[in-house]
């Protein structure tokens, strides 16, 4: 009986202190919204500049386009930075300390992915911000990301890709926003690995522009992802169906010229190895790059081009040759009926 009676007045004191903090949060919400204007820097001096600390988490590669050369990417952005007009005493509001409310309440900055390769305008999620008594606001918002990637597919499929993601500010310059790094690296602890591709770091660089038409710096954090591919597919399905293929090439040169095996065999191994090229070819981008894998095939069916226009010789000399034996065949005949017309009349 004591035990219900306690549990019934805990039960009551969490309630009454749930239905404070509401009443309090409902208040200071009012109170810092009064005279607020989310369109303008929330700094007290406009020559101060304001500080944005980013951060990036890697959730997964959702795909890699490599003949459009485009990553997709699923990301959580943490940005942070302070409001010089969202503060509080705590000590007025009940002790209270962090409240979370619409973004769309707040400035937020207008950091952006520079080298994004998305159609499509999309803007920022609209989730909460996380708001502390100093002023400090800590927005976290996922993302999914198409970014462009320079892809050098020379070693496919044992090849290395460097993609970066260029994060900064669209408007503002350096003087007003400044972008520092909450991390050396984008976070990975939470990645979700992906059947093609295993990511070996996520190295981030802030680095500083001047343009020529300004002399203001332009702040960025580039993060540069390292891919290396997962090439057990491809020994399976395009390697070793080359390579097995290409033992069957000098077996070409070793059958007898009038066999008729030789040709068909020839045009067998290269429509094979055709076929095999193709393959190769509809995934891979179209630059100068050429995987040496689609230069080894090449290389095999150039040979066969090579012997099949050997044995098309070849044949034009055997047509040569028989023409000539049926041309001296009769000039044979010839010369023996004149000469055994001229023996007899010589005799009679």
Same mark, same amino acid.
């Given at each position: 009986?004591?035990?219900m009676v306690l549990l019934v007045w805990?039960? /009551?004191?969490?309630?009454?202190?749930?239905?404070?903090?509401?009443?309090?949060?409902?208040?200071?919400?009012?109170?810092?919204?009064?005279?607020?204007?989310?369109?303008?820097?929330?700094?007290?001096?406009?020559?101060?500049?304001?500080?944005?600390?980013?951060?990036?988490?890697?959730?997964?590669?959702?795909?890699?386009?490599?003949?459009?050369?485009?990553?997709?990417?699923?990301?959580?952005?943490?940005?942070?930075?302070?409001?010089?007009?969202?503060?509080?005493?705590k000590e007025e509001y009940d002790g209270?300390?962090?409240?979370?409310?619409?973004?769309?309440?707040?400035?937020?900055?207008?950091i952006v992915l520079y080298n994004k390769?998305?159609?499509?305008?999309?803007?920022?999620?609209?989730?909460?911000?996380?708001?502390?008594?100093?002023?400090?606001?800590?927005?976290?918002?996922?993302?999914?990301?198409?970014?462009? /990637?320079?892809?050098?597919?020379?070693?496919?499929?044992?090849?290395?890709?460097? /993609?970066?993601?260029?994060?900064?500010?669209?408007?503002?310059?350096?003087?007003?926003?400044?972008?520092?790094?909450?991390?050396?690296?984008?976070?990975?602890?939470?990645?979700?690995?992906?059947?093609?591709?295993? /990511?070996?770091?996520?190295?981030?660089?802030?680095?500083?522009?001047?343009?020529?038409?300004?002399?203001?710096?332009?702040?960025?954090?580039?993060?540069?992802?390292?891919?290396?591919?997962?090439?057990?597919?491809?020994?399976?399905?395009?390697?070793?169906?080359?390579?097995?293929?290409?033992?069957?090439?000098?077996?070409?040169?070793?059958?007898?010229?009038?066999?008729?095996?030789?040709?068909?065999?020839? %045009?067998?191994?290269?429509?094979?190895?055709?076929?095999?090229?193709?393959?190769?070819?509809?995934?891979?981008?179209?630059?100068?790059?050429?995987?040496?894998? %689609?230069?080894?095939?090449?290389?095999?069916?150039?040979?066969?081009?090579?012997?099949?226009?050997?044995?098309?010789?070849?044949?034009?000399?055997?047509?040569?040759?028989?023409?000539?034996?049926?041309?001296?065949?009769?000039?044979?005949?010839?010369?023996?009926?004149?000469?055994?017309?001229?023996?007899?009349?010589?005799?009679?």
């Open positions: 009986m004591k035990t805990i039960s /009551c004191w969490i309630n009454v202190c749930t239905s404070a903090q509401g009443r309090y949060a409902q208040k200071l919400l009012n109170d810092l919204m009064e005279n607020y204007s989310s369109a303008l820097r929330p700094v007290d001096d406009t020559d101060k500049t304001l500080n944005v600390t980013l951060q990036i988490t890697l959730s997964q590669i959702k795909d890699m386009d490599e003949r459009n050369q485009v990553l997709t990417t699923y990301l959580w952005i943490r940005q942070t930075w302070f409001d010089a007009y969202l503060k509080w005493d209270l300390e962090v409240i979370r409310i619409p973004c769309n309440l707040v400035w937020r900055p207008d390769a998305d159609e499509e305008a999309s803007g920022p999620a609209e989730t909460n911000v996380v708001l502390r008594y100093n002023g400090e606001i800590t927005w976290d918002m996922p993302a999914i990301t198409k970014s462009s /990637c320079v892809v050098d597919v020379s070693y496919f499929p044992f090849d290395w890709q460097w /993609c970066n993601l260029t994060f900064g500010s669209w408007t503002y310059n350096g003087n007003q926003v400044d972008i520092a790094m909450g991390m050396d690296s984008g976070d990975l602890s939470d990645f979700v690995e992906n059947v093609e591709w295993e /990511c070996h770091g996520m190295p981030a660089v802030r680095n500083v522009i001047m343009y020529g038409c300004c002399s203001d710096p332009y702040p960025d954090i580039t993060y540069t992802l390292h891919l290396k591919r997962r090439s057990l597919f491809y020994i399976f399905n395009l390697l070793l169906p080359c390579f097995l293929i290409s033992f069957l090439a000098p077996l070409g040169f070793y059958l007898p010229a009038d066999s008729g095996e030789k040709v068909s065999l020839g %045009v067998t191994v290269l429509l094979a190895l055709t076929v095999f090229q193709l393959m190769v070819a509809e995934s891979m981008p179209p630059s100068e790059s050429v995987p040496y894998v %689609v230069y080894n095939i090449q290389y095999i069916a150039n040979c066969f081009r090579e012997q099949r226009a050997t044995c098309a010789k070849g044949a034009e000399w055997k047509k040569v040759a028989k023409v000539m034996d049926r041309f001296f065949m009769w000039i044979f005949f010839i010369m023996v009926f004149l000469m055994s017309i001229l023996i007899i009349g010589k005799a009679t």
